[in-house]
C-alpha cells in the first residue's frame, strides 16, 4: 500500500501540465488548435516504448462551436540516426457541456511506420467515451476505451480521473493538472 501511494504520488508531481489559452469570447465558436510538444520515452496503459527515445509530437485539430472535432497528429523521432514519422494519428469525436457535466466520444486511428518500435505500433484503432461532473473543487472523470491490436482481440480500459484547473490572467490562461 505505501509503495502504491508513492507511486501516485511521484506520478501527480510529474504529470505534464497543460496550459491553454482561454478566451470568454471564443466559447460559442469554432476553433482550430495547433500543438508541438516534446516527449521522451512514451508511456502507453502503464507500458515503455521498448527502446528509450524522444520524439516531436504535433496536432492539429478543427473544434466546431456544435462539439464535433477532428485531429490530426505526428510523432516524429529525433534521433539524428532515426530522423523519421513513426506514428500518425487522426482523431475525430464529438464533445458535449451543460454547465458542470461534460460528455465525450471519439474514434481514433493509428498508422504506424514498419520500423516502429513505438508502445503504441499494434494499435491499429481506438474507441473512447468519458462522462464527467465538475464539483468546483475538482472535476471527476470516468473513461472507458476499447484498443484494437493488430493481431489479438481488443484491450479495455476503464479509468477514473481527477482534475484541477487553475485560471490566470484575468481567465485567459488556464492550467489544468
Do not use: W
Amino acid at each position: 500500500m505505501r509503495n502504491l501511494i508513492l507511486l501516485y504520488t511521484v506520478a501527480f508531481l510529474v504529470s505534464p501540465i497543460i496550459a491553454i489559452s482561454q478566451n470568454d469570447e471564443n466559447n460559442n465558436k469554432s476553433y482550430l488548435l495547433v500543438d508541438v510538444s516534446y516527449m521522451r520515452d512514451a508511456v502507453f496503459m502503464g507500458g515503455l516504448d521498448s527502446i528509450a527515445t524522444s520524439y516531436l509530437y504535433s496536432s492539429m485539430g478543427y473544434y466546431d462551436k456544435s462539439g464535433f472535432y477532428a485531429n490530426a497528429s505526428l510523432s516524429y523521432l529525433t534521433p539524428s540516426d532515426e530522423g523519421r514519422v513513426d506514428l500518425s494519428l487522426i482523431i475525430s469525436g464529438y464533445g458535449y457541456t451543460d454547465r458542470r457535466f461534460t460528455s465525450e466520444i471519439s474514434g481514433t486511428a493509428y498508422f504506424c511506420d514498419q520500423d516502429s518500435y513505438n508502445v503504441r505500433s499494434q494499435v491499429v484503432a481506438d474507441f473512447t467515451g468519458s462522462l464527467g461532473y465538475d464539483f468546483t473543487i475538482l472535476k471527476l472523470l470516468t473513461t472507458g476505451s476499447s484498443y484494437f491490436n493488430n493481431n489479438s482481440g481488443a484491450d479495455i480500459f476503464v479509468g477514473l480521473h481527477l482534475k484541477k484547473m487553475f485560471y490566470m490572467l484575468n481567465n485567459k490562461l488556464s492550467i489544468m493538472l
